[in-house]
């Protein structure tokens, strides 16, 4: 019980405590100007909006933006400022958005989201900054088998790593809540990614990253970010022995994100338990792309049957309360607006059907459950802060 024990520790008034104690939980890493609360009680913010109600939780609720359609479309606009308290570049922060070509950098529309936020009280995760995927032609390019190589030596390459790190964390220094500092680095066997970055690096490139963004922005959270780390199995067990080793080296790394692409045709995870065993290793954790796919009519949004429906409210249902139940869960991000903004329809054939609102930006039954969901623990005294 965290009321108890605090009260037990300190000589300090109720009020102070229980503030520190969620004032600790959200900003582990030291953001003191992070301190603000997210839902930013504004007309504009209703009540029953998922920011507003995860507020009174503590927890933060996020969206992926996709700043081609940010002020641009007035709904798709003011569903993002309305609903959520944090924001995600879907894009706009890779490397081959803002370096496209070698030396010369496209800050532009990620500056506008991030102007964006702090109109609307958000904070912002950037993502991503050491990756395989995106990377401009100039860095890397990749075969039809899906293999990597590079032109650089690997002298060449590691002082462009360095570089890359350093002017982007500096550029957004004090604006970002938390980094996705590497991203994707393992396969799902547990083995690491055979990406440039191995090839040419060593695992050390992993240690290196980490250490120069928190050179650059000491205050940010610095996050490994992966997918199917939900489940418990080699991939999972894998980063979970990398962070529990970097941490023992003393390398900044202060979160695990656990990316949550989900699709019903698969058991549900066991995320809970997953979440639990990162954070007892002293980090924080975080949902930081949260979909939930099925199986659709073809050419539409619709899910293929009511119990294709019934199993995908129970997933965002399932995935909510996992993060709810462990304290040092201090996000909760989903990847997109609407159906019609999500990447899943042109990877996986014949699913969709993935967010919250539909094609035509109605919230679908999936946003209510979350809604219920977030209500239901304001009333359970446990996160109450
Ligand atoms: O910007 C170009 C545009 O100039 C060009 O005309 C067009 C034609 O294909 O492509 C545009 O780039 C696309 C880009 O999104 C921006 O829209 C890429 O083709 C497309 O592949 C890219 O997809 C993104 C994908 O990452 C790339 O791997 C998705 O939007 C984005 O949702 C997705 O997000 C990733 C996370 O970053 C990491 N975790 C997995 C997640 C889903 O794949």
């Known amino acids: ?19 520190a104690t969620s004032s600790a939980v959200a900003t582990p890493a030291g953001a003191d100007h992070h301190h603000h609360r997210g839902g930013h009680h504004s007309s504009s913010v209703p009540r029953d909006s998922l920011r507003a109600l995860a507020d009174e939780v503590g927890l933060r609720v996020g969206v992926a933006v996709n700043t081609d359609l940010l002020g641009e479309n007035a709904t798709y606009t003011r569903i993002v400022n ?11 922060m890779k490397w081959e958005v803002v370096e496209p070509t070698r030396g010369k950098y496209n800050w532009a529309p990620a500056d506008e989201l991030v ?19 995106q990377l401009p032609k100039w860095l890397a390019t990749t075969a039809a088998d899906g293999s990597q190589s590079t032109t650089l030596s690997k002298a060449e390459l590691r002082a462009v790593l360095k570089r890359h790190i350093t002017d982007q964390v500096r550029h957004f220094r004090g604006k970002i809540w938390q980094w996705d500092v590497v991203n994707e680095a393992f396969n799902d066997d547990g083995t690491l990614r055979n990406s440039i970055w191995l090839q040419k690096l060593g695992r050390g490139y992993l240690a290196d990253a980490f250490r ?11 996050f490994y970010n992966d997918y199917n780390i939900e489940f418990t199995g080699p991939k999972s067990n894998a980063v979970y022995a990398m962070v529990k080793d970097l941490k023992r080296q003393g390398v900044p790394i202060h979160g695990v994100g656990f990316q949550t692409h989900l699709d019903t045709q698969y058991g549900f995870p066991d995320l809970r338990a997953n979440l639990q065993r990162f954070a ?41 309360q996992a993060c709810l139940a462990v304290r040092r869960c201090i996000s909760y991000t989903v990847w997109g607006v609407a159906d019609s903004n999500s990447w899943i329809p042109g990877v996986f054939k014949g699913e969709g059907a993935a967010l919250l609102y539909n094609d035509a930006y109605q919230p679908k039954r999936q946003y209510g459950v979350l809604q219920q969901d977030l209500e239901l623990a304001a009333g359970a005294p446990r996160r109450r802060s």
């Open 1 to 19: 019980m965290r009321f108890s024990r605090t009260l037990l520790l300190g000589g300090i008034t109720l009020t102070a405590a229980l503030t």
């Open 82 to 92: 309305q609903q959520f308290s944090t924001v995600t570049p879907e894009n706009v």
């Open 115 to 133: 102007a964006s936020a702090r109109r609307n009280g958000q904070l912002v995760r950037g993502h991503t900054l050491v990756w395989h995927s």
């Open 212 to 222: 120069w963004a928190h050179e650059a922005d000491p205050k940010a959270q610095l």
């Open 280 to 320: 007892a290793l002293g980090l924080n954790v975080a949902e930081t792309e949260v979909d939930v796919r099925t199986f659709v009519k073809e050419g539409t949004n619709e899910p293929v049957s009511g119990l294709a429906q019934s199993a995908q409210e129970a997933y965002w249902s399932q995935t909510l």
